[in-house]
């Protein structure tokens, strides 16, 4: 029991490692959103890829073992829509954390000038011609 107990320690500390190693200084409205994007790219992305391909193998063992049998082989078809529609939803949640990220914080509206890096901390703002933090 302890032995598990240190190895997921272990495993926690070397999961965080990346978000430490790819800190930034965050402006309080940015931190939510870095957080979450990299919790999505880093953690959630390799964990779902890995269902996926988990999912489809064990639908290709279903089709295998059903020799012919109809009522099988209707079982893997429905396993083969549900892995679909598994895909679609998160897809869809993808797309509605990034939505909801764009709400709380709007991409900076330089008509496509240059961008800020690092972001400018507030009152100051990005000059979208040279690309630098411009004080007030």
Known sequence: MIK?????SVFGS????????FAETATPSTWLTTI?????????WPIFLAV???????????????????????EANKAVIWAMVGIIV?????????????????????GGG??????????ATCSSKTGTCVSP
């Not at 996926?52 to 209707?74: E, N, P, R, S, T």
């Open 4 to 8: 598990k107990y240190a190895f997921l």
């Open 14 to 21: 070397l999961a965080a490692l990346p978000m430490v190693a």
């Open 36 to 44: 979450l994007s990299k919790i999505l790219t880093m953690v959630l």
């Open 52 to 74: 996926v391909v988990g999912m489809f193998i064990y639908i290709g063992i279903l089709y295998l073992i059903a020799h012919g049998d109809a009522a099988k082989i209707k």
């Open 90 to 110: 998160a897809i869809v949640a993808f797309s509605i954390v990034g939505l909801i990220s764009n709400i709380i914080v709007p991409p900076s509206s330089g």
């Open 114 to 123: 240059l961008t800020c890096t690092p972001s400018c901390v507030p009152p």
